[in-house]
Each structure stands twice: as C-alpha cells, then as structure tokens.
C-alpha cells in the first residue's frame, strides 16, 4: 500500500481508498469515533504510519473480553468444586477407634503422658494400658487372642517369635518399611525379631548381660581396675574370697557354678557357650562340653569360690558375701533397692582374651496382634513411642519412678547413655548382643523354661559325678524335642 501511494502522489492525483461501503442504517453509536470514516483530507495529512497504527475495531475488542469472561466463569467453578469437596471431606470425622494394649513391668502412669500426647494428636484414637502379671502371660495371650478377647497391642520377650507365630502380625512397610527399621534399631533387633522378609516387632528397650561388683569388696582385697577377661576374672577371684578357718566361705568371689542358687545360671551358660565357640543346637559337641566345665570349675575343688550353701546370688550380693555377679542391668534396681548404700561399679561381661566379643540379650518388644481389627493404627501408635524424642520422654517418665530407665533402642540415641553408670555397659555391647531361648524369668511356660529345666538337670547332674558330655548329651535330646515343637531349625 505504500508504494500506490508514493505513485499516487508522483501523479499529483487525489488519494485513493479501498473502503468497505458503508451501511448507510448504521447508528453511530455502533462504531467508534475513532474508527470512524477519515475524510479525503485527513487522510492526505495522516500519512501511511497513522494507518498502520490504528486502533482494533470494535467487534475484536469484545471478543476478548468474552473470552475472559468465559475463562474466569470456568476458574470459578472448577475452585467451587474443590472447596466444597474440602469442605464436605473434612467436616467427615474418622471412625473411632479403641486400641488395648498389654504391658508389663511399667505401671499405666508411666506411659500416660505418652498416650495422651498421641490421643491429642488423634482425636478418634483411645489407648486403653493394662499392666499384666508376668505370670501365664504368655498363655493367656495366646488364649485369648484366638478367641478375640485378646489385645490390639502387646508385650512379649525377644525370644518369643516362634511362640507367636500364630498371634503376631508383621509390621507393614507403609508403616515402616525394613531399610528404616534396619537404620534405626541395633543389629540384635534385626535378627531376633525377622521372619522370612517381615518384622514382626517394634523394641523399645535394650538390655543383656553385664557384670557388676562391689566397689568396697574391690578395695578391700587391693584390686582397683574392672575386669575385662575371664582370666582377669580367675585371678581376681582368688583375692575376693575369704573363707575361715575351716575353709568355710565367708565371702565368695563370683557367684557362679551351680544351678540351684545363681540367678540368671542359664543365661551365664548360654554366654559361656557361645564364646566357647558352641551351639544350643549341638550340645553334643566339646564346645559345649567346655563350656559347662569353665561354668562348674569356679564351684569345684581345689577352687570352690561358690558352692549350693551361699544364699541366692542376688541376696548374697546385696548382703555382701559375693564380690561379683553377672545379671541383666535390671536386677541393678532390685539390688539398689534392698541396700541403696552399696557401691557398684557395672561393666561389660568377661570376654574370652583374644575372642571375638561376644553378650547375651534379654529385652522386651511390643508387637501387633493378627486379631486386631486396627492393626494399621496399632503400629503407627507403636512408631510414635520409638521416635526419638517420645523414647526419651519414656526414658524421663520411667526415672522419675526409679534409679533409671530402660536403654534407648535406637542406635542414634546410644551416645546419651554411653557414660551412665549402670546403663553404660550395656550400650557398650549392643554391637555383639546375641539371643538364645534360655533366658530366665521370662515365664513363657514353653521355649526358654524347658530348656532352662533341661540344662538345670545337666548342672546338677554333674555335681552328682556324671560326665560333662554326657550330662549335655541328655540335655540335647530334650531340648531337640522343644525346637522341633516349635519348629526352630
């Protein structure tokens, strides 16, 4: 177009426009005054720039805004929708739900704080505690959890799995998948509570063997180090017992070789055992052979350091006629309790010089059970207690009731108890904790019982005289029997 200008105006001729006719009806109100027909001169003055400039007519202007329009009329009740939707969702309260939970050893007021931090956090939750009795508990869970009066949520020892098989439910990965479990927990936790590619347990304790001596007793007989080894141990010893003089003992040095009145004699066994090199499942074999002679030795001549006429090992400590014992870190209550005033020191357990390092573990789980009809909500409950700050918070609860709490299960709060004086040498053996179903004082009536009666008959066996392979070679046959019953392999 602008170059017929330029020609049109070489040509001095009168400028000429392609217009559309114009409707001669057309009201003025139609069209913009701006869009209006340019006469012949305004035309002429306006040059070609002002033409290409020129406003949008009118009709495009007003289809844009319908466009708009209908755009933001779509936006509106598209976000209508969504609000009502969130409205109506979350004015729809959950289900309630009651979850029951089996414990033992903690009184309710310990956990109180706890499960109301969570029924806060949970509104439609109620936790209902039940502290039960030790005694037939295991029994009566079994019991009644088959006949659906059982709880959501229970206790049970760490050597118990293949007792349960039938009312524990494996925790599910959307709760806690196995590589966090596995982060979080000690490795003990991570053999003893896995079956197949399933946990079956949340722990929120730890605990095991430990040796623990009379600080005074120590003194006394010259000795001013903790002993390490067992031939630490053996040279000790010597020096701690004191006998009359018709070689009565007045003072024993360590509390071991005999069944009838050592607390925890199974346990010692196992340990001994397992650092002999032996096997629960192969008694028959001079490991375990060598085993039970190392456990007797320290109650038979020429040594008799211990013998069945001293009072229970516990009781003899706690009076002072024993300078040493080895026990679970919980028996350091029942001892402390009965003569606040004694001195102890707590240590690790002897190892064998030059072995590899090797503990027993006794501790306590809380599981779910296969008959609750809220198991989901059962474990996210039990997640909650083993998050850092709430084990915590159990551990302040449970201190403020006694000399302390149970040790943290989570591998990133070991360092806090590292330096306690009783809880100390425990986290200093979570990584060599082994387990064997021989514990004491679990009160199963089944696994660790039977085969505690089965090794209590082998030790007195041999103080009659009989052979320490043969006594272990009658133990095996009786203790094969149990783990074919529960199908241990």
Known sequence: MNDNIKDEEKNQLP?????????????????????????????????PETIEEAPPLVY??????????????????????????????GSKKPKPISLTYWGLWEEKEIFAPLISLYQQKNSHIKINY???????????????????QGPDIFRF?????????????????????????????FPVHQKDLKIGNHYYGIPLMIDGLVL?????????????????????????????TVKDINGQLLTAGIALGTASNVEHFSDIFGLMLLQNGGDLKNLDQPEAAGALESYR??????????NEQMPNSITAFIQEKVAMIIVPSWEILVIKSANPDLKIKVVPVPQVPGGKPVSLASYWVEGVSRY??????????????????NLAKLYQSESQNRLFGEAYSRVDMSSLLSQNEYLGAVIKQTEYYVSLPLISRTFDNGLNDQIIQYLENAINSTIQGVAYNEALNTAKKGIDQIFSQYKIE
């Open 212 to 240: 623990i001596y009379n600080q005074d007793l120590f003194e006394k007989a010259g000795i001013n180090t903790s002993p390490t080894n067992w031939d630490e141990i053996n040279e000790m010893v010597s020096k701690l």
């Open 15 to 47: 400028p000429i426009f392609e217009t559309v006719p114009v409707d001669e009806n057309l009201q003025p109100e139609e069209v913009s005054p701006e869009v209006a027909t340019p006469t012949v001169e305004e035309v002429a003055s306006a040059g």
């Open 372 to 389: 609750s009809k809220n198991q989901i909500e059962a474990w996210k409950f039990l997640k909650f207690l083993s998050e850092k700050e």
């Open 130 to 148: 039940e502290k039960m009795s030790p005694i037939d508990y295991k029994d009566r869970l079994l019991a009644r959890s088959k006949n659906n």
């Open 60 to 89: 495009e202007t007003n289809k844009s805004k319908y466009f708009i329009i209908i755009g933001a009329t779509i936006l509106f009740f598209f976000l209508l929708i969504f609000f009502l939707k969130a409205i109506f969702s």
């Open 297 to 306: 030795k320290f109650a038979e001549p020429p040594n008799d350091f211990w």
């Open 157 to 185: 020892h760490n050597t118990w799995l293949p007792q349960l098989r039938e009312v524990a439910a494996p925790l599910p990965e959307t709760v806690l998948t196995s590589q966090e479990f596995e982060k979080i927990f």
